[in-house]
C-alpha cells in the first residue's frame, strides 16, 4: 500500500467517523450507556484496515509492506 493509498483510507475512516459523530453526538443522552462500544468499534475498523493491507500486501508477494 502505497502513501497515496494509505491517505486515502485515513481520510474514508475520518469520513466515517464524522457521519457517526453527526448521527451520535456527545449530548445525546445515550452516550455514556455506548461509549465504550464506539470506541471498541473503531478499533476494531483499524485492525481491519490493518488486516486487508497484510492480505493485499501477501496477494502482491511484498511482505515488507504488511504493517
Request: charged residues 30%; aromatic residues 8%.
Amino acid at each position: 500500500m502505497d502513501d497515496s493509498e494509505k491517505l486515502l483510507a485515513i481520510k474514508q475512516l475520518e469520513e466515517i467517523g464524522g457521519r457517526l459523530r453527526k448521527l451520535f453526538p456527545q449530548n445525546h443522552p445515550l452516550w455514556n450507556d455506548v461509549f465504550e462500544d464506539i470506541g471498541a468499534a473503531g478499533y476494531y475498523l483499524r485492525e481491519a484496515g490493518y488486516c486487508l493491507s497484510a492480505a493485499i500486501a501477501t496477494v502482491q508477494g511484498d511482505e515488507s509492506e504488511v504493517e
